[in-house]
């Protein structure tokens, strides 16, 4: 009688074999951001009709299918946050314009100040995928390159962070409804996600920030999942509201070093 193999056990088959996957032409090095890559089971999640709701939802990966997916691993040079369980480990999630493009990565956020002079007293390993060209976030595969992350390199996996800017900000909140017990913090900018999947939430430490004259992802977006949350009892929700702003409100919260002193402060 033939063995049948469940798609389950064959996502599993590819989670270990993702470990000897790994690709890149640099080898990780501290104060150095290399790009990496693995092949992973192939995405479902596919963005062509620019229907924004369509982003928070989540899409199993497809395990009879491989493809490589790449990302920026920088390691700290700054020993300070390392603790005898390892280095936290912050996770950023692009947006759409930069899907396609590694480079593209770098433009905003955490892989863009890790080049900076802030890399210097950068205290997270810190892991920033880039999500295929005609595609949105698949958590599957973001997942399997956390591990990846942390079966390589010293991760304190009591301080995982999460954090994506407009279809990352959807991703983020995406992340938390299909493994939030893997995250000790999120901080969703410019995104949103189903309401009715607040109750996965409400213990979870979760700083939102949004525009509230955003064109491209409406405010009320972020306004909702708070109040949600709040509503089935959550207490550690944040909100900041940027009062004018538009879709852009990420330059301000990466810059602001507040954001990372309460990554920091979280633990699971």
């Not at 690709?23 to 150095?32: C, F, L, S, V």
């Not at 304190?156 to 299909?178: C, H, I, K, N, P």
Request: proline share 8%; charged share 20%.
């Amino acid at each position: 009688m033939p063995i049948k193999m469940t798609a389950a056990a064959l996502f599993c088959g590819f989670a270990l074999a993702v470990w000897a996957a790994g690709e890149g032409t640099d080898a990780p090095a501290p104060g150095k951001q290399v790009l990496r890559s693995i092949h992973v089971p192939a995405s479902q999640s596919f963005w062509t009709t620019g229907d924004v709701d369509q982003l928070g939802e989540y899409l199993p990966a497809d395990p009879s299918k491989e493809e490589e997916f790449r990302y920026w691993l920088y390691l700290p040079t700054d020993q300070s946050a390392k603790t005898d369980k390892g280095f936290p480990l912050l996770v950023f999630l692009h947006g759409a314009g930069e899907r396609g493009n590694p480079e593209a990565v770098k433009v905003h956020g955490p892989p863009k100040l890790v080049e900076t002079e802030a890399g210097k007293t950068w205290p997270f390993i810190t892991l920033s995928p880039s999500c295929p060209a005609d595609g949105y976030w698949s958590p599957d595969q973001i997942l399997l390159a956390i591990d990846k992350v942390i079966a390589e390199q010293p991760v304190d996996t009591d301080r995982v962070y999460v954090t994506g800017l407009s279809m990352g900000g959807y991703a983020t909140w995406m992340l938390l409804d299909r493994a939030g017990e893997r995250f000790a913090a999120a901080a969703p900018l410019c995104g949103g996600c189903d309401p009715a999947k607040a109750c996965k939430m409400i213990d979870k430490p979760i700083w939102v920030f949004h525009g509230d004259s955003d064109g491209a992802v409406p405010f009320d977006r972020s306004v909702k999942m708070v109040e949600a949350i709040k509503k089935r009892g959550g207490e550690k929700i944040r909100f900041t509201a940027y009062p004018g702003y538009g879709h852009d409100c990420w330059t301000e919260t990466y810059n602001n070093p507040e954001l990372y002193r309460w990554f920091l402060s979280q633990s699971r």
